[in-house]
């Protein structure tokens, strides 16, 4: 049995030469590839934060744009409102608004008649005034008496102006 199994003979240890080891990489690579995976880290997170920024502006002039509309459906509103009022107005006040038109008008029928009546009268008195200069002067003393004539009435008229544009006087002349 011994024969069947044989010790390797030894071999001189110079001669023996230790096995390869396997080929490492170089120490620099590490770095470099965490660097790149920092960058594309670095891009994801851009992106990303972009699309962020996008939406979140997006939301706002969304936000803006429905603030507009609402502000101008309320101006509408509160003008329909207004014209609804306006349109509401009941019969009795609707009665009493046509009274008092006519009662303004009434009013400036009788303003006008009584101004009327007074010009008349002022138009008799100049009448009656200039006859009797005329019977009673002749020549330069008529000119002197149609003159004062003139300028009495010219005052009165001024006196009217000034007191038809007074304030209470301006309103029952509308």
Not at 14 to 30: G, H, K
Not at 90 to 119: F, G, W, Y
Not at 123 to 140: E, I, W
């Amino acid at each position: 049995m011994s024969d069947d199994f044989q010790f390797p003979e030894p071999v001189p240890e110079a001669e023996q030469s230790p096995e390869p080891l396997p080929r490492q990489r170089a120490p620099t690579v590490l770095p470099w590839m965490v660097a790149a995976l920092a960058v594309v880290a670095l891009g994801v997170v851009s992106v990303y934060a972009k699309k962020l920024i996008d939406d979140q502006s997006a939301r706002a002039y969304q936000a803006m744009r429905m603030a507009d509309e609402v502000g101008s459906r309320a101006n509408k509103m509160e003008a329909d409102q207004k014209d609804a009022r306006r349109q509401a107005i009941t019969s009795s006040e609707k009665t009493d608004e046509l009274r008092a038109a006519n009662a303004r008008l009434t009013e400036q029928v009788t303003d006008k008649d009584s101004a009327l009546a007074h010009l008349r009268e002022r138009h008799k008195q100049l009448v009656t005034d200039v006859r009797s200069a005329m019977r009673t002067s002749k020549g330069k003393a008529l000119a002197k008496k149609l003159d004062r004539i003139l300028a009495r009435d010219a005052a009165v008229e001024r006196s009217e102006a000034l007191t038809s544009q007074s304030p209470d006087a301006g309103i029952r002349r509308r």
